[in-house]
């Protein structure tokens, strides 16, 4: 770094010298250097001024330069303290299984207060760092609701539950028992179900519900974005004959799998849900005849449908009202 500053203050009268290259190099070290693409947004415009004083020879050029870099080490370093990346051993599975965890600036490892958490799956084919990578905002959300996000790896296609057909694949277990004790003993974290809530999208939307309901005395509430909610909708894609076998031979083990079953065992209790899906999106269906199913078992549960796509800019907005509504189920508990 200190080399190429070096270079930036004194090599100026040297013949075609640029310093906005060395500028855009300088960035590009930084962002190499704190592993945070997102906590650096550069643009033209907000750098219009800069150039301006290069071109008039200006020594406050270089002034500005310093600050922006200083800023964006700050911001680089805020940020990754604030994320973890785990390594748990699954005893269920004999192997380790990875997980990321994102803590409020506030966080306070030896706070009476204890922290409230939201666990978030991901989807089929992804892994546990695909949010973090997807969703800038992440951060923000921890700090804006002072709560403690935890993503963790469902394998490229668990559905988050224990195969009744392999017994190598045993997510469920992991989710709400081995990941919840190792968060638990590591983190000031508030250690009932009136503290922790689990969504996710797609796969992990269907593993959010599908645990919370099989676990109401680990987690309090729940959500789903996009989510597979009924197994049995396409019997052929996303792996699903490895985790529960031949349908046409046993549809019976894909139907008490599926969460839109599976929602039957609510009637009666309390777990505070929501639920929501694009209107343009390949399980809108399913996820209307969720909502549907559960009106008429008269389950309380938010239900959002709007425009939108299976995709990472409809589950970038989404997440928002997710984080909100279990906001709004800690603070009343």
């Known amino acids: 770094m200190n080399d190429l500053w ?6 100026e009268y040297k013949s075609g010298f640029n310093p906005i290259d060395l500028f855009c190099s300088e960035l590009k070290f930084s962002i190499f250097t704190f592993q945070s693409i997102y906590s650096i947004k550069i643009n033209f415009l907000k750098y219009q001024y800069i150039i301006n004083f290069y071109i008039m020879k200006n020594w406050s050029f270089y002034l500005v330069l310093v600050a922006i870099s200083l800023w964006n080490c700050r911001q680089s370093y805020s940020q990754n303290k604030q994320v973890d990346t785990l390594i748990i051993q699954s005893s269920s599975m004999n192997k380790t299984i990875n997980a990321l965890v994102i803590k409020p600036l506030s966080y306070d490892a030896n706070s009476v207060n204890k922290y409230n958490v939201v666990y978030v799956l991901h989807g089929y084919s992804d892994n546990y760092a695909f949010y973090y990578k997807q969703i800038p905002h992440l951060t923000n959300l921890s700090n804006d609701y002072n709560l403690i996000l935890v993503f963790p790896d469902g394998g490229y296609s ?3 539950i224990d195969s009744p057909i392999d017994p190598a694949w045993k997510y469920e277990t992991h989710i709400s028992k081995e990941l919840i004790e190792y968060v ?10 009136k503290g922790r809530a689990i969504t996710g999208h797609s796969m992990g939307g269907h593993g959010a519900l599908y645990n919370a309901i099989r676990h109401t005395d680990v987690f309090g509430a729940c959500g789903s974005m996009s989510g597979g909610v009924d197994l049995t909708y396409n019997v052929a894609n996303w792996d699903l004959k490895k985790r529960l076998g031949d349908f046409a031979k046993n549809p019976a083990v894909w139907k008490e799998n599926s969460v839109i079953n599976l929602i039957e065992t609510l009637k009666g209790k309390s777990l505070p849900m929501i639920v929501d899906c694009g209107t343009e999106d390949f399980f809108y269906e399913i996820n209307k005849n969720l909502h549907a199913k559960m009106l008429k078992l008269k389950i309380p549960h938010d239900y959002i449908e709007r425009p939108g796509f299976h995709n990472w800019d409809y ?3 989404a997440i928002d009202y997710q984080v909100l ?3 709004l189920f800690f603070n009343k508990n």
């Open 158 to 160: 668990s559905w988050y």
């Open 184 to 193: 638990d003993n590591n983190y000031n974290t508030r250690k009932d179900p």
């Open 315 to 317: 589950w970038n907005n």
């Open 325 to 327: 509504f279990f906001h």
């Open 6 to 11: 070096s270079k930036l203050f004194f090599t």
